[in-house]
């Protein structure tokens, strides 16, 4: 069985409470739970984790490639000038889909720009959790 690594970055934490006219009323802990019962519904092992600190996530994302198939990344603020993240994400050797609940297009300038586009397999922004489970079928599509 493929298993597939989901983090979510800073202040994700908050999902529910943090600004819900853009990012909605569900919480963190309600989208685990639907990645886990996605993943069972197509047989796949999902795992979900959520950090506020960067060196937490580069960790994560460097220990992935002996344990995981691929990764669905959600790095919050940190897409947009994390270095270090994208670096960590082009030294392995395992997909990553980086994923935005808000469409990161739509809002303040700065939030315009990814860093980490360039190494990840795709990028999906503005279907809320939904984006979420596309990511999972992207993966599971690369790896046949």
């Known amino acids: 069985m493929e298993r597939i690594l989901v983090i979510n970055g800073p202040n994700l934490n908050r999902l529910g409470t943090r600004e819900p006219s853009i990012y909605g009323d569900d919480t963190l802990?309600?989208?685990?739970?639907?990645?886990?019962?996605?993943?069972?519904?197509?047989?796949?092992?999902?795992?979900?984790?959520?950090?506020?600190?960067?060196?937490?996530?580069?960790?994560?994302?460097?220990?992935?490639?002996?344990?995981?198939?691929?990764?669905?990344?959600?790095?919050?603020?940190?897409?947009?000038?994390s270095y270090a993240i994208r670096d960590a994400i082009a030294s392995v050797n395992i997909p990553v889909v980086e994923v935005h609940i808000s469409n990161i297009h739509a809002r303040e300038e700065f939030r315009h720009h990814s860093v980490i586009a360039p190494v990840v397999a795709g990028q999906i922004a503005g279907l809320g959790f939904k984006g979420y489970e596309l990511a999972v079928l992207a993966l599971l599509d690369s790896f046949s």
């Open 29 to 81: 802990a309600s989208l685990e739970q639907r990645l886990i019962h996605f993943g069972e519904i197509k047989n796949v092992k999902v795992e979900c984790r959520q950090s506020n600190h960067e060196g937490i996530l580069l960790d994560w994302i460097q220990e992935a490639e002996s344990k995981f198939s691929g990764i669905v990344l959600n790095a919050g603020a940190f897409t947009h000038y």
